[in-house]
């Protein structure tokens, strides 16, 4: 069974940082893509990054875009995302995905609980 952890999230002030980690397990993800996802209240979930867990290039919403850095661990296998000069506007809920297909849309095979992450101002 596929399970994905989330774990980091909490409260950090304008300008901090962040980092986020998902530990994956129940299969081997050496051929899937991961991402990162986050929704806001009110808002629809939208991507943030993502990543083949072979390596290769990363992508990143423009919104983020310099500022969070997705990495992974293999012997860990973990998924990380570095979230630095964090913006009230960043404040969600944030999801770790896993999928065959890399894609920036929600059509990920398998999500996780995911993790708070608020900024203040």
């Known amino acids: 069974q596929v399970q994905l952890v989330e774990s980091g999230g909490g409260l950090v002030q304008a300008g901090g940082s962040l980092r986020l980690s998902c530990a994956a397990s129940?299969?081997?993800?050496?051929?899937?893509?991961m991402g990162w996802f986050r929704q806001a209240p009110g808002k629809e979930r939208e991507f943030v990054a993502a990543?083949?867990?072979?390596?290769?290039?990363?992508y990143y919403a423009d919104s983020v875009k310099g500022r969070f850095t997705i990495s992974r661990d293999n012997a860990k296998n973990t998924v990380y995302l570095q979230m630095n000069s964090l913006k009230p506007e960043d404040t969600a809920v944030y999801y770790c995905?896993?999928?065959?297909?890399?894609?920036?849309?929600?059509?990920?095979?398998?999500w996780g609980q995911g993790t708070q992450v608020t900024v203040s101002s």
């Open positions: 990543m083949r867990w072979s390596g290769g290039s990363t």
């Open positions: 129940g299969r081997t993800f050496s051929s899937y893509a």
């Open positions: 995905a896993a999928d065959r297909i890399l894609t920036t849309t929600l059509t990920y095979d398998y």
